[in-house]
Structures are given as C-alpha cells and as structure tokens.
C-alpha cells in the first residue's frame, strides 16, 4: 500500500498564486510587476508623445492674446437680457471675426451676464493713433485713453522729465490716419481731439456687442495687447520654464544621484508633451494661467517620483548586501511599497480639480478658472503615470548597465541552478530571465525551484501473533 504525503499548503500570495483584490492595494500587499512589463509601458508612452507632438504640429495650440497679441472686449448685459455663444459668434461672423473666441461668464445667484470676446485685429486706425501716442509719451498702450463714438479725444500723460510740445504730438501722428487733429497741453496732460474717427474694426465690434447686450458703448470694456508684449510674455514663460528644469536637475542630483535627475526630467518633459497634446486636440486656449497650471503639474509630477525614488534610495543601501534580488525586482518593490501612497495623493489632489471643472465651470460658470482646472487635470494623471510607469523603468534600465548590479543579477540568476542541482543530483540551467513562473517569492522576486514531490513507502503489516494463555 503506497500513502501519498498531503501536498504542503499553498501560501497566499497575491499576484503569484491569486490575483490581486482591492483590500490588496488598501493594504498595500501588492506584488504588480511593472519592471518586468516595461516594454508595454515603453510602447505605450512612446504612443502617447507621437501623437501629441503630431497634433502639435497639425492642430497647433490656441495661444490667447496674452501670447499672440489682439483685442479683447467686455461687456455686461442689460436690461435682464440672457446671452448665448451662439448669438455672440453669429454677430461677430457678420463683422468678420468667425473666429474669435467667445465665452459668456455667468455669477452665482441672479447677477448679470457678462460677454468676453477675444479676437487678433491685424490693422486698427484707434490702435495705430494708441502706439503712437504711447511711444512718444513714453508710456505703456493702455494708458492712452481712446474715445467712444465716431468722434472724441486722446487722452494720455506722458512720463516724467518730458515736457510735450504740440508739433511733437503731431509729428508722432504722421502715419497714422487721423485727420486734422487739435492738441491741447496742460502741463504733463495731453489731449487730441479729432471731429471724426477714422472707421476702426474695434469700434465696430465694440458697437454690434453694445447693441446686443442692450448696453451703451461706453459700456463695452475694450483692451488691447501688442504683438510686442504677448512675444514677451512667451519668452518668460520659457525661461521660467528653463530655469526651473536646471534647478530640478541641481537638487535630485544632490538629493539621489545623476541619473535619478535624468530619470525624473525625461517623467517630466513627457508629461509636458502629453499635456500639450491634450490642448492641441481639444484647441483649449492657452493663458497664463495654462503656464501656472503647468508648473504645479510638474510640481505634482516630481512629488510622486521623489516619492518612489526615495523609497529606492532606501531598498538599494541593502541591496548589494544581501543579494536576494537584482536591481530592477528592488525598483519593483519599491514600486509596490509607494503605491497606494500615490494613488491616494492623486485622488485627492483631483477632487478639487474635478469640483473646479464640474460644479465651478459648469454649473456656477466660472469659467475663469477653466484652463486652470483643465491643465490641472490632465497634468496628475498624466504625473501619477509617469511616476511609476516612465521614471522607474528608465532608472531600473540604466542602473541595471553598471557592473556591479550586472554581476549581482548574473549571480542571482545562477543560485537558483545550483541550488537545484545540489538537491536533485542533476544539472539545472538557470532561466533566461528573472521571475519565471514556478521561481517567485512571497515578493515576486526570483527563488529556488520547487524540489519535486517524493512518495512514502508504507511499512507492510506484521500478522498478529496469537495470544497466550
């Protein structure tokens, strides 16, 4: 009679002999392998920029007037009147802006309405006179004042130290299309009148958006901004942009080491590049408000790979001490080590995002804040993304390229083999990769091979003796 052993109980692991189950990330026993599939994770990232730089290109992004320069114009509605996009852009299409961008901002509780267009002028007379003016005043555009109607006065005040003259005045005119124009002199207050304007697109959309709104022109806010001032804005936007990569580079250099900074600024121009892209596809406008989104995304980014760079920097004093894993496996640990961690900061910094998005643009119309939210959004998921699926990954490939982890994973590769020679008396080839199926450990790591199960030979039965007497 041959008595099988009862087979050794299998320990519960998640991810190697079950699948993993919500309480396992709550309780953060989770065991994904991540390092192990980052050639999927390579794919799809290299998906994701591709088509985002390709929409860049083929789309472009809807810069504002802050960064292109153009007109913006402003104006309440009147008399209980409700406003619609529709209407706006229908106006403006007859005047020869189809393509300016509109938005009707809405109060909470039962405030008026207020229309906001915003359209690139390519010639306007009033703003021409406005240059002018400003740069022989020495001052910036907008403090020219320009006059409502078909008729009216400049007003500025030129800077300190200038004392204006009338043939000066006039002599800055030349070019313009003002005719016969008085100017009057107060000391540093100048003012010129004109009987008649020339005709002026600003004017006339300035007046259709009066008529509409059933408000005065006087009432239409108008503000112009130069093709000079949005080319700045752009280059300080780049050179913040700049900066703040430098310093990024300086303190994770200092803080880990150079290639932790080279992992973490490669996360970061990808989520970059992915954000673009979202703006690109869905032509969200761009604002400075978009450049301060995208400098808290990149804050939020960092933060999460500091997170997991941190926890890597601790697992890897011990690493080559010990020996039981390679350096990618320990970039898995950490991985699975941080993960709830990330996941919940990402959650919670959404909410407040998504409550920007839904309930303050949506229902309250406050869509001031709008590009904010918008980058906001797709910037952490983007930013918990790359955290652990393009940072960690190119730091495990490169640091696996040194020697000494090099030699520890060939070493780890061969203790497998020789513990199972030395056990079944047979030569065992060590497997190509790490981590096949059959060779884990309680953290998915590489181990031994199982040693093949063994039958007991039961003792036969002895016939029972008879009894005394």
Not at 23 to 34: A, G, K, M, P, V
Not at 213 to 219: F, K, P, Q, Y
Request: aromatic letters at 8%; hydrophobic letters at 45%.
């Amino acid at each position: 009679m041959t008595i099988t052993a009862p087979p050794p109980e299998i320990e519960d692991i998640p991810g190697v002999t079950r699948r993993h189950r919500p309480s396992d990330l709550y309780h953060e026993r989770t065991n994904f392998q991540f390092i192990k599939h980052s050639r999927r994770w390579l794919i799809l990232s290299s998906t994701l920029i591709v088509l985002s730089l390709l929409l860049l290109f083929v789309r472009g992004l809807n810069l504002g007037i802050d960064f292109e320069g153009g007109t913006a114009w402003q104006v309440p509605m009147k008399g209980g009147k409700t406003a619609s996009v529709a209407d706006v852009r229908s106006l403006l299409t007859t005047l020869g802006f189809g393509n300016a961008n509109v938005s009707v901002l809405t109060p909470p509780g039962s405030g008026a309405q207020t229309i906001r267009v915003e359209a690139r002028v390519i010639s306007d007379p009033i703003v021409e006179v406005q240059t002018a003016l400003a740069n022989y005043a020495g001052i910036d555009v907008a403090a020219v004042q320009v006059p409502q109607g078909t008729g009216g006065s400049f007003t500025f005040t030129v800077k300190k130290g200038l004392t204006p003259t009338e043939a000066a005045v006039k002599t800055a005119l030349n070019g313009t299309r003002l005719t016969n124009p008085t100017v009057k002199i107060s000391g540093g207050n100048v003012t010129v009148t004109v009987a008649k304007l020339p005709p002026s697109q600003v004017q006339t959309v300035a007046a259709g958006l009066a008529k509409y709104a059933g408000a005065n022109v006087n009432d239409v806010s108008v503000t112009t901004v130069g093709p000079t001032w949005g080319h700045e804005v752009s280059q300080k936007a780049i050179k913040a942009l700049i900066i703040f990569f430098f310093v990024l580079a300086a303190y994770l250099a200092v803080r880990f080491e150079w290639k932790m900074s080279a992992a973490a600024i490669i996360a970061v121009i990808h989520d970059i590049i992915f954000t673009v892209g979202v703006y690109a596809l869905f032509h969200f406008q761009v604002s400075p408000a978009t450049v301060t989104a995208f400098l808290t995304i990149l804050g939020f980014s960092l933060y999460d790979t500091v997170v997991v760079f941190d926890k890597v920097g601790e697992f890897q004093r011990t690493l080559t001490a010990t020996g039981r894993s390679t350096y990618g496996e320990m970039v898995n640990r950490s991985l699975n080590a941080v993960l709830m961690r990330s996941v919940s900061t990402s959650l919670v910094a959404l909410l407040p995002v998504v409550s920007l998005l839904i309930v303050g643009s949506g229902i309250l119309g406050a869509t001031a804040l709008e590009d904010f939210a918008l980058a906001l959004a797709a910037g952490l998921f983007i930013g918990s993304y790359s955290s652990i699926f393009v940072a960690a990954p190119l730091l495990a490939w490169s640091k696996e390229r040194e020697p000494q982890y090099r030699a520890l994973a060939e070493r780890r590769r061969r203790v497998p083999a020789a513990a199972a020679s030395a056990s079944l008396g047979v030569p065992v080839v060590a497997p190509d990769e790490p981590g096949e199926p059959g060779e884990r450990t309680t953290l998915g790591i590489p181990g031994p091979p199982a040693v093949p199960r063994t039958t007991i030979q039961a003792r036969p039965r002895q016939p029972r003796g008879k009894k005394r007497k």
